[in-house]
């Protein structure tokens, strides 16, 4: 999308900008992806941390043979450094989009989950890691493929700052299931999870064993303060 071709789209750009904010998240699963990156990672790599010593044949990695290791552990079989690596993840915001997060009251819903969404690809990017969405309502309203970009999280942001919220479904929802990364991944669930209870634990009940998950639940102080007193 080219901002030049909406000055609402560039005006959401603009608002964007000044409120994103940088966020430190952390991955509590091993890492399975081969780009270095700042997570703990099952990956062995080039890094300067060693992680163990494994025999010449089990590690046939002869540029890194530790001669003091073997000749202290008195192994007539050369041993190999196993060097740690940090690697990059793939980071997903999970996003509801059904109407009851059109809500307008103290601030728009929608608006405060696309700063949210833009700061979180911003931190995504800022230290390696890919990042995409995923935004449903009755059925998949749009789809992000997880990249590495400056302005991926912008785009991402913006098409949620002008996006109506009118879905009456939260079907989508379980559509998403096919979306998520097959390696370990961290996801962001963005909604006012008003939904019921069973469909919160079928989308729980796969992913949380692959992925971490963690809620972001968005509620507006007006939706409860200063209601009319109807008995």
């Avoid at 904010?21 to 062995?44: C, M």
């Avoid at 507006?220 to 007193?229: G, H, I, R, V, Y």
């Amino acid at each position: 999308r080219d901002p030049r071709k909406s000055g609402s789209t560039a005006m959401s750009r603009d608002v964007l900008t000044k409120h994103i904010e940088e966020i430190d998240y952390f991955f509590r699963k091993k890492a399975f992806e081969y780009a270095p990156g700042h997570h703990e990672s099952v990956v062995s790599g080039n890094s300067f941390l060693i992680k163990r010593h494994a025999s010449v044949f089990d590690q046939p990695d002869f540029a890194h043979i530790d001669w003091n290791a073997t000749i202290l552990s008195g192994s007539r079989i050369p041993l190999v450094k196993v060097l740690e690596q940090k690697s990059a993840i793939t980071v997903m915001c999970i996003v509801d989009v059904t109407a009851s997060l059109g809500f307008s009251g103290v601030s728009r819903k929608m608006r405060e989950m696309a700063i949210a969404v833009a700061s979180i690809g911003h931190s995504a990017y800022k230290i390696g890691d890919r990042f995409g969405m995923v935004a449903y309502g009755d059925d998949i309203a749009a789809r992000f493929e997880p990249r590495t970009a400056r302005a991926h999280a912008l785009e991402i942001g913006e098409w949620l700052w002008d996006y109506t919220a009118r879905a009456r479904s939260h079907q989508g929802l379980l559509q998403a299931l096919g979306d998520l990364p097959e390696r370990p991944s961290l996801l962001f669930w963005l909604s006012d999870f008003r939904m019921p209870d069973e469909l919160i634990r079928a989308f729980l009940r796969e992913p949380s064993a692959v992925h971490d998950i963690v809620p972001i639940i968005f509620l507006d102080s007006a939706e409860f303060d200063a209601l009319p007193k109807w008995g």
